[in-house]
């Protein structure tokens, strides 16, 4: 459901810097954010291509999300799942609801793959757990 009607860039902007506003104060997500972001205008830049990738099929995202995360130590499932009540907290803010709605399935989608990769790298052999939705 790639739509320019969908959403516009300035949507896409403001869900990044909300939702990172509030991630960097949760006193769960906010540590791992400031030791792993060193330039947090350039990666405000990187999740803006990425999200507009995603929801509006432009191309100027690059780069490998997956390995960076998985690169993470001592990351659990309480941590996702905060991520991504924090990240539906900031899509409700945008009173735009089709755009709520399809983005908080793929911010789930993506949370659950890398979960599950990060599991299959650190906890090979442990049963897998899954995120429960917020």
Not at 25 to 39: Q, R, Y
């Amino acid at each position: 459901m790639l739509s320019s009607s969908l959403c516009t860039e300035n949507e896409i902007n403001q869900l990044v810097r909300s939702f990172y506003a509030k991630a960097r104060k949760d006193p769960l997500l906010g540590p791992i954010f400031e030791a792993h972001v060193t330039n947090w205008e350039a990666h405000f830049i990187q999740m803006n291509n990425f999200w507009s990738g995603n929801l509006l099929g432009t191309n100027r995202f690059s780069g490998a999300p997956m390995p960076k995360h998985l690169a993470i130590p001592n990351l659990r499932p309480e941590l996702f799942e905060q991520w991504l009540k924090i990240f539906k907290q900031t899509t409700e803010e945008l009173g735009n609801q089709p755009l709520q709605e399809h983005v908080n399935m793929l911010a789930y989608r993506i949370a659950s793959r890398l979960w599950a990769a990060y599991q299959m790298q650190h906890y090979s052999g442990q049963p897998l757990l899954e995120l429960k939705a917020p």
